[in-house]
């Protein structure tokens, strides 16, 4: 089955770039989608068509997608930015099916 | 506004059945795909299901395929998922996500804020 795979964490003091990656076989023919959850709440599209960002989501945020990873970068994070954060891609086989990485805690302190 | 609203979660022995629905209403819902997506206690996402706009079209996890259906009713308003033969690893928080469009902002742009099935003799 298709998989897509994140680092469990990463860690960056306020002001700094957080990277956060996502590795697939199909992402070189699919588009990677990046959500955003803090603690009991529902997730949040970030960023969309790898690049895309969605109105209401602040400026800091953006992506990136080059051959089989996908990079989710925030400039400048901030500690309210401290969340789990999950890429999501489908299947390029063609059966249209979902699948979302691991997700990747980052923690800003 | 966009509101997805989930129901008919709870506690189920294995071996039995549920039927999730989702109150969709704030957008056109027979324009939009849709999907389930769940989180096992502690876990990260899964996807689950989708369906098409004119449920033409379905698509499910290996995980739960064959064992679960996904529907809809556009006159309604409405997205199920009838979850049969459950398992304890199905014991998860499902949420309902609605897909953007093809040419305006796709992904999962709303979400429902999600509802619990416990899977437990």
């Known amino acids: 089955s298709y998989e897509l795979t994140q680092p469990p964490s990463v860690s960056v003091s306020p002001g700094q770039t957080a990277r956060i990656t996502c590795s697939g076989d199909g992402l070189p023919k699919k588009y990677a989608y990046w959500y955003q959850q803090k603690s009991g709440q529902a997730p949040v599209l970030v960023i969309y068509e790898d690049s895309k960002r969605p109105s209401g989501i602040p400026e800091r945020f953006s992506g990136s997608s080059s051959g089989t990873m996908a990079t989710l970068t925030i400039s400048g994070a901030r500690v309210e930015d401290e969340a789990d954060y999950y890429c999501?891609?489908?299947?390029?086989?063609?059966?249209?099916?979902?699948?979302f990485g691991g997700g990747t805690k980052l923690t800003v302190l | 506004q966009v509101q997805l609203v989930e129901s008919g979660g709870g506690a189920v022995q294995p071996g039995r059945s549920l039927r999730l629905s989702c109150a969709a209403s704030g957008f056109t819902f027979s324009s939009h795909g849709m999907h389930w997506v769940r989180q096992a206690p502690g876990k990260g996402l899964e996807w689950v299901a989708v369906?098409?706009?004119?449920?033409?079209?379905?698509n499910y996890a290996e995980s739960v395929k064959g064992r679960f259906t996904i529907s809809r009713d556009n006159s309604k308003n409405t997205l199920n998922l009838q979850m049969n033969s459950l398992r304890a690893e199905d014991t998860a928080v499902y949420y309902c996500a609605r897909e953007g469009m093809v040419g305006d902002i796709t992904g999962f742009l709303d979400w429902g804020q999600g509802i619990l099935v416990t899977v437990s003799s």
């Open positions: 999501y891609s489908t299947d390029s086989s063609g059966n249209h099916r979902g699948v």
């Open positions: 369906i098409w706009y004119d449920g033409s079209n379905r």
